[in-house]
Every structure is written in C-alpha cells, then in structure tokens.
C-alpha cells in the first residue's frame, strides 16, 4: 500500500532530522551566489508543494463529489427524498451509504467524510512556517523575491544568521513531523475506507 510506504519514509526522515538536529549545529554557507539562489530555488518549490496540496485535496474532492452525483441519478433512493426549492441543485439529500447498494455506492460518499479528516491544514502551516525559515536565511536582496511564498507577503526584520538557523533546525523538525503526521493519518483513513466497503458487502 503506497500510504504505508510513505509513512515509513517519512518515519525514517523524522528520525535522521531529530537525530541531526540534536547533535549537530546547523551551518548554511551564503559565499556564492549560487548557494543563495538554491535556497531561493528550495523555498519557491515549498511554496509550490503547499499550493500543489491544496489543489490535489479539493480536487479529489470535487472529483468524489461528481462521482457521488452522477451515481445518485443512476439508481432510485430507496428513501423517500424531501424536496425543497431552497436546496442547492448540487445537493444531494439523500445518503448512499444508507441504501442497501453496491460498495461502491457508498465508496465516494465515505472516501469524501475521510479527507475531511487528515490534518491538511496543519502541514500546510508547517510549509509556511519552513518556507518562512529559510527566507529569513537569505540576504534581504534575494528575500524580496520570495514574499509571494511567506504567509501574508509581510516583510520582516532582519534576524541573526545564527538565530535564524537555530530556528531553521526547530521548524524542520516540526515540519517533518507534520508530514509524518499526515500520513499517518492517511494510512488510518484508507483502512477505515477499506472497512466500510467491507462492511457495505457485507449488507
């Protein structure tokens, strides 16, 4: 299963970053341009990585949710629908997961329950917060271009290069864990989907 595989990747990213950030002192050398322009390079690409979930989460949305509609006008509800002129015409009012179906009827509506559930908005915050870390790594010549990636476009103060580091190590660890976190998380989801199909066959 690829979200278990993920999350022992992630597991053994977290233990190398703890494992370094305790024993070692973290040093990023700004002697060249080019080493100012790959730690732009790396906080523009985890600028795109938060944009690039957000899209893949409401688009599976979306997606689940056409799924849900088209199967509701494939099939008769076994329920008796209440009818409103005031309901969204996307709505749907009755639940599939109710009505002895197929699995896969009840699928899309529980897959859709499920994604509300992983902790999307707290990785995402641990982007922002290691994107905001490493700009305040960069000369402010180079930072300014990054302020479409820091939260808010909010220019900030300058902070001690030794400072800022420490910080650095602190949120990269935090963020590692969010990402362990979040896959964890999905892990858990996947085998509650897997059950609830079950559980659909089983009716």
Not at 126 to 150: F, K, M, N, Y
Not at 176 to 199: H, I, M, N, T
């Amino acid at each position: 299963m690829i979200w278990a595989t993920m999350l022992q990747c992630h597991r053994h990213q977290h233990g190398i970053i703890k494992s370094l950030s305790s024993s070692c002192k973290l040093q990023i050398p700004f002697d060249s341009d080019s080493h100012c322009q790959t730690v732009a390079l790396l906080s523009a690409e985890l600028g795109k990585l938060r944009l690039n979930l957000q899209n893949w989460i409401s688009s599976h949305k979306a997606y689940l949710r056409s799924i849900n509609l088209w199967l509701h006008k494939c099939m008769k509800p076994l329920r008796k629908r209440k009818s409103s002129r005031k309901q969204n015409a996307a709505a749907v009012d009755v639940s599939l997961a109710e009505c002895a179906v197929a699995p896969m009827f009840a699928a899309g509506e529980t897959w859709m329950k499920l994604l509300d559930d992983l902790p999307t908005e707290d990785l995402e915050e641990a982007i922002e917060c290691l994107v905001a870390g490493i700009s305040r790594l960069l000369p402010r010549r180079l930072d300014q271009r990054l302020d479409e990636t820091v939260k808010d476009g909010e220019a900030e103060q300058e902070v001690p290069r030794d400072d800022a580091a420490a910080d650095l190590r602190s949120i990269l660890v935090v963020f590692v864990d969010k990402l362990e976190a979040f896959s964890e998380v999905s892990v858990q989801k996947y085998l509650d989907l897997q059950r609830g199909v079950g559980a659909a066959k089983d009716r």
